[in-house]
């Protein structure tokens, strides 16, 4: 079984940042792809990042290109999400999940494992 606590989300002016972090134990972290997703209220699950196993390999959707980098600390165990010049609409409940596949994906039915969320909130 693989565990996954996010960290890091909070209230934020727009133009503001925040960093995400997500520490994952259980299993050989460096043997699951990463990713990040989030769910608006009233909304489905949206794709925001991934990274592959190794961190050389990120993908992102159109909306957060620029803004937001994805990355991941073997050694650590831990993935993170670092968020600049946030909007009102990047608030969400953000996820971290762990995906045992050799390719990153931007499908949630793909991800294996799941963290509780964490609230980020952009104020305009």
Known sequence: QVQLVESGGGLVQ??????????????????YAMGWFRQA?????????AISR?????YYVDSV????????DNAKNTVYLQMNSLKPEDTAVYFCAADSSRVISS???????WGQGTQVTVSS
């Not at 290109?65 to 991941?72: A, D, H, L, V």
Request: hydrophobic fraction near 20%; aromatic fraction near 10%; charge should be positive.
């Open 14 to 31: 727009a133009g503001g940042s925040l960093r995400l972090s997500c520490g994952v134990s259980g299993r050989t972290f460096s043997n």
């Open 65 to 72: 290109k620029g803004r937001f980098t994805i990355s991941r």
């Open 107 to 113: 499908t949630p039915r793909t991800y294996d494992y």
């Open 41 to 49: 209220p009233r909304k489905e699950r949206e794709f925001v990042a």
């Open 54 to 58: 190794s961190g050389g390999s990120t």
